[in-house]
Every structure is written in C-alpha cells, then in structure tokens.
C-alpha cells in the first residue's frame, strides 16, 4: 500500500520560511511524478509543484519564485519562501504517472497524503 506521509507545516509570519516533507518509499520517488499541492478553506485544491523521475520540476504560478522542489532519500521536499498569508493552507503530497508528468494537473494524481497546515500570520 502507497503511504505519503507530510511534515514540516506549522506556524511562522509573514516574511518566514518552511520546508515541508513527504515521506514515502525510495522506488517511488526515483521513479515517479510527484508534486506538492495546497488547499485553502473554501478554495479549490491547487498545483504548486511537481517532479518528474529525471529531477525535472515544473512550477504553478502562486509559488513559483518562492518554491523549490527536490528529492531526498524517501522523502520529496518543498522549501518555501517569503510566505504570505494568502499561503495559509493545507498542503498535500501526491503521486502522479510512472516516469513523467506529462501534465501539470491534480487529475493526474492518484494517491495523496493526508496533509501538513501551514498557517502565516501577517
């Protein structure tokens, strides 16, 4: 059974940074597309970030100066920078496709972890 388990989240001010962590096996994160997403209350889930099995990231445009994706061993990571309130959300890690990411789409995720709040007070 595929586990993605987050951490890292929390609070910090406007200004502050996180670096969040999604904790799975080593084949998956060598050999699949994965990214990071968030939801806000009453908004929709959104892309932030997502990586393909050749280190190759693609950015969403909410994060994208502010965000770096990357890989460890087992784990996939989001650092995050310059955080707003407006990033105040709940954050996701999730599966994609076997190699690529041939789009930049959460209908392209299968499995997600049970998420990690961040919460920016201004």
């Known amino acids: 059974q595929v586990q993605l388990v987050e951490s890292g989240g929390g609070s910090v001010q406007a200004g502050g940074s996180l670096t969040l962590s999604c904790e799975t096996s080593e084949d998956l994160v060598q050999k699949y597309c994965m990214g990071w997403f968030r939801q806000a209350p009453g908004k929709e889930r959104e892309e932030i970030a997502i990586?393909?099995?050749?280190?190759r990231p693609t950015y969403g445009a909410s994060m994208k100066d502010r965000v770096i994706i990357y890989k460890g061993v087992g784990n996939l990571y989001l650092h995050m920078n310059n955080l707003q309130p407006e990033d105040t959300a709940t954050y996701y890690c999730?599966?994609?496709?076997?190699?690529?990411?041939?789009?930049?789409?959460?209908?392209?995720?299968?499995?997600w972890g049970r998420g990690t709040p961040v919460n920016v007070s201004s």
């Open positions: 990586i393909d099995s050749y280190d």
């Open positions: 999730g599966l994609g496709r076997l190699w690529s990411c041939p789009t930049f789409s959460i209908a392209d995720i299968h499995t």
